[in-house]
């Protein structure tokens, strides 16, 4: 069993960074692709990057292509992403997720952990 948790997510102002983390408690990632997505009051998920087993593989939507950073350490079963210039559209509620596969389409994440806030100030 995967079980995820994200950590990392807070207030900060526009054009500052932050650093989501996400760690597994249950079983190894065991070859599983780790996304992020996102929620928005109002809007939904929208997938924000993911990366492969093995890390040499990642894929990020157009709105944070240059601002946000994937990556993962398998040996301690967490995937990060790095935020940097951040605005107040990123604000959402920002999930981890676990799949099968490598792709960007929500549908195929089969583990979610419960989210952290991110808020961005103007």
């Known amino acids: 069993q995967v079980q995820l948790a994200e950590s990392g997510g807070g207030l900060v102002q526009a054009g500052g960074s932050l650093n989501l983390s996400c760690a597994n408690s249950?079983?190894?990632?065991?070859?599983?692709?780790l996304g992020w997505f996102r929620q928005a009051p109002g809007k939904e998920r929208e997938f924000v990057a993911t990366?492969?087993?093995?890390?040499?593989?990642?894929a990020y939507a157009d709105f944070v292509k240059g601002r946000f950073t994937i990556s993962r350490d398998n040996a301690k079963n967490t995937v990060y992403l790095r935020m940097n210039s951040l605005k107040p559209e990123d604000t959402a509620v920002y999930y981890c997720?676990?799949?099968?596969?490598?792709?960007?389409?929500?549908?195929?994440?089969?583990?979610w952990g419960q989210g952290t806030q991110v808020t961005v100030s103007s």
């Open positions: 997720a676990a799949a099968q596969g490598f792709s960007i389409a929500t549908m195929v994440y089969d583990y």
């Open positions: 990366i492969n087993w093995s890390g040499s593989n990642t």
């Open positions: 249950g079983r190894t990632f065991s070859g599983r692709a």
